[in-house]
């Protein structure tokens, strides 16, 4: 899938840093930065005649010249134990853009190519080092949000969803084996294997898919977040409210209102999970185009959101424009935020919930900071009945992932339909071979090319 040259890039963040690294992968990695590094203490000392995994302190030279660019360690791993599995030199250099920048053009010049996004991964993974989904936790690891979201990546980057894929593919396996010989071989019978065991092992592979699919609502929530709207009138406190949550002033708050004329979107942390808080503009009868724009922008995000703050005047009582709040909140989880406590209140909260029958009601004062962390607590409450985890269990977090387990699982109904009408055994097997192909998609044992660049063509350059 790609010619075996020697590729080069900058693997670490772009910026002002202490230290950055210039990655070297291929063939011909460590004869290309030995045509450059010149050992401190040793000046004739070559790099391809070191020991692997070791590390070497010089400067990094122009050949022709002999004009120092930089005072480095490089690091040189050889093949096979490498990330790439194949001949790494890693040159660790001063962390501004232009030493980095310098150093990787100058080895491009003495032999790489400039490694496309992704590609060192890519190589990692079609060298079989690590399987398709291992390569995709990569960038969960680096992406990752809260520590819940670190440990699922983790969890998937050292093989967790991996073993249990193979284990279930194994099953569907020796079950096609064995129903394949049945075809071939009609005049012998297969030692403990007719239709019921056939069935009883069918039943037992869709539970173990159940159990995997179960998982994926927590995956997604660990990974992406909770989509959080903060919504109800025009100064009743959101902003107020989304500045105490992330316990910085992020949004604007004046006492006039209608301040808030955009969505705000900000992620905070709560017991591990990642909230994206959108503070939407005032819901109201609009009083000019921009303001209009901005509460159906509110109305927009109301409508995808996985939770509802929804916001009250604990001063002000309950309206006729705040119970059409309320009426649009209908059917999402929804936690009503009686604000401002903290002055002389018109509102009475067990009457409210009476009235509204809901108990996800919380007092605050946004601006004193009381009540805020009931409020994070009960979010923990309606996220996982109280239950904010870290777990041992493999997640789902990756939406292919997903896809590909559920059209197993059809696949695997379909063989229990088939063996339940007693049809021929050819039809089963058909079924069996569609979901181990689909299965395979994780891993990446039976994905096509094309899948494979995308993946990777969302990776950063160095990685």
């Given amino acids: 899938m790609y010619i075996k040259d020697t590729i080069a890039a900058i693997s670490t963040a772009v910026g002002e840093g202490g230290i950055g690294i210039v990655r070297i992968s291929g063939p011909e990695a460590i004869e290309i930065a030995d045509k450059i590094f010149k050992s401190y203490q040793q000046p004739d000392k070559k790099l391809n005649k070191v020991d692997t995994y070791t590390a070497h302190y010089g400067h990094i030279i122009k050949p022709e010249t002999e004009q120092v660019l930089d005072e480095v360690i490089s690091l040189v791993m050889k093949a096979p134990k490498t990330y790439t599995k194949e001949d790494v030199v890693e040159i660790n250099c ?20 400039l490694a496309d996004p992704g590609e060192f991964t890519k190589r990692a993974f079609l060298n079989g080092r690590i399987d398709l989904s291992q390569a995709e936790a990569i960038m969960d690891v680096i992406n990752s949000q809260t520590e819940a979201g670190l440990e699922a990546a983790m969890d ?70 909770i989509q959080t709207a903060i919504i109800g009138k025009p100064n009743v406190g959101k902003s107020s409210l989304l500045n105490a949550l992330l316990r910085e002033n992020r949004a604007i708050v004046t006492e006039v209102p209608g301040t808030t004329r955009d969505v705000i979107e900000e992620v905070i942390n709560i017991d591990g999970i990642p909230l994206k ?56 989880d929804t936690i009503i935020v009686v604000n401002k406590t903290d002055l002389e209140p018109k509102l009475a909260v067990e009457e409210l919930k009476e009235e509204l029958d809901m108990e996800a009601v919380v007092e605050t004062s946004a601006t004193e900071g009381i009540g805020i962390k ?13 239950q904010i985890k870290s777990t041992d269990q493999t997640l789902i977090t990756n939406l292919r992932h997903k896809e590909a387990i559920e059209d197993a ?19 089963v097997t058909i079924d069996l071979k569609s979901a181990l192909e689909k299965l395979g998609k994780i891993t990446g044992d039976t994905v096509d090319e094309d899948i494979i660049d995308r993946i990777f063509a969302d990776f950063c350059l160095g990685k």
């Fill in 409 to 427: 699982y059809e696949d695997m109904n379909r063989v229990k339909e088939t063996v339940e009408q007693d049809l021929p055994a050819d039809f």
């Fill in 94 to 113: 001063h962390g501004g853009m232009v030493p980095l920048q310098k150093i990787l053009e100058l080895v491009l010049d003495v032999g790489a190519r």
């Fill in 156 to 225: 998937q980057l050292e093989g967790g969803l991996s073993d249990q894929i193979n284990n279930i593919s194994q099953k569907i396996l020796r079950l096609l084996a064995n129903l394949e010989a049945s075809i071939d071989f009609p005049e012998d019978e297969i030692e403990d294997f007719n239709s019921e065991e056939l069935e009883k092992r069918v039943i037992e592979i869709l539970s173990e898919i159940e159990d995997l699919l179960a998982t994926s609502k927590q995956g997604r929530i660990v990974k992406e977040g």
């Fill in 277 to 332: 808080i959108i503070d939407t503009a005032g819901i109201r009868e609009a009083e000019n185009e921009v303001e209009k724009i901005g509460i159906e922008k509110s109305e927009k995000f109301l409508k995808r959101a996985d939770l509802v703050l929804l916001v009250l005047d604990a001063h002000c009582g309950i309206t006729d424009e705040d119970r059409k709040i309320i009426g649009l909140a209908e059917g999402k």
């Fill in 374 to 386: 009931e409020l994070e607590e009960l979010i923990s409450d309606m996220v996982f009945g109280g």
